[in-house]
């Protein structure tokens, strides 16, 4: 799993931002935890999470339902909060990562290793810059392309509003424990660490360990265990079959957190016209696995 990949020149800003974030986490030995430090840790964590699966993958990338203008900057604001770039430049490589998917011309195919799946070509200086060409439908929006040119600014202010938050309940609640500092550690770099991880296990790990219900031309592969870590991102083989549609989780019984948030959303007209697999799909599901049990 190790490659010349692993050897490419580097974008030294993103890679100084990258590593210092991570390095950042083990100020915790210094700072402590207190449970509503935990507990921000992990709201963030969903919240932004949810942010990049339902948002920056089911909407911009792939435009799966609908929503309106408001919710759409919403959905990149908090999206652009994870530091993994603006909407443009993530959803025109993912839309260039299944137009290759798993061959050379994939922006972070296995066969480069399981580093270079994983981190790699996000530090790289191959993918700097968006693809204008591949997201034009959403490039349309002025907001849009502001986000996404001022993708720094969203983490920039989640971090002091973490600080200050800390600030806050430390003045007025002290019996809780907490501090600015302990609240900037845990809500902002250790939730941003385990995110940046989240996210990047479903280029990397999903092609690699898991299930396969659908012989796609890729190696993409379903795992219930990466599903509960990226909110229902796991179902990758189920995704790469049909990516059109909202849900990754096919049946019942696939755990799949983005879709839920999603389907309650949709109560409220807020996202609406969420598309599901056709009945083909689960026509060819079970083709699949008839033929599969007859063969042994």
Not at 42 to 71: K, N
Not at 82 to 88: F, I
Not at 235 to 253: I, K
């Amino acid at each position: 799993m190790v490659s010349s990949e692993m050897f490419k020149p580097v974008n030294m800003f993103k890679q100084l931002v990258f590593w210092a974030v991570h390095l950042a986490c083990f100020s915790v030995i210094w700072v402590g935890v207190s449970w509503v430090a935990a507990i921000v840790c992990l709201v963030l964590y969903v919240l932004r999470m949810f942010a990049i699966t339902g948002g920056y993958h089911r909407y911009f990338s792939h435009r799966t339902y609908q929503t309106s203008r408001v919710f759409q900057f919403m959905l990149a604001f908090v999206g652009a909060s994870s530091a993994q770039k603006g909407p443009l430049w993530w959803a025109s490589h993912h839309r260039h990562h299944h137009r290759y998917s798993d061959t050379e011309d994939d922006v972070h195919p296995p066969s480069k290793g399981l580093w270079w799946a994983h981190i790699g070509w996000v530090l790289s200086t191959d993918f700097v810059d968006s693809r204008p060409d591949l997201v034009k439908d959403i490039s349309q929006y002025p907001e849009i392309r502001w986000v996404d040119r001022n993708h720094l600014l969203p983490p920039m202010l989640l971090a002091v509003f973490v600080y200050f938050l800390g600030v806050f309940l430390a003045w007025q609640f002290p019996s809780l424990g907490t501090s600015g500092i302990q609240m900037l550690v845990w809500g902002f770099f250790v939730s941003t660490t385990l995110l940046y991880h989240g996210t990047f296990v479903i280029n990397s790990l999903t092609h690699y360990i898991g299930t396969r219900r659908f012989n796609t031309s890729d190696n993409s592969r379903n795992h219930w265990l990466l599903a509960l870590i990226t909110l229902g991102e796991g179902w990758h083989n189920n995704h790469h079959r049909y990516p059109g549609s909202e849900r990754q989780g096919f049946y019942w019984w696939e755990i799949d957190i983005s879709h839920y948030f999603l389907k309650v959303l949709s109560w409220f007209g807020i996202v609406w016209d969420l598309r599901e697999p056709p009945e083909r799909i689960y026509a060819e599901a079970l083709e699949t696995k008839t033929q599969r049990l007859a063969e042994g």
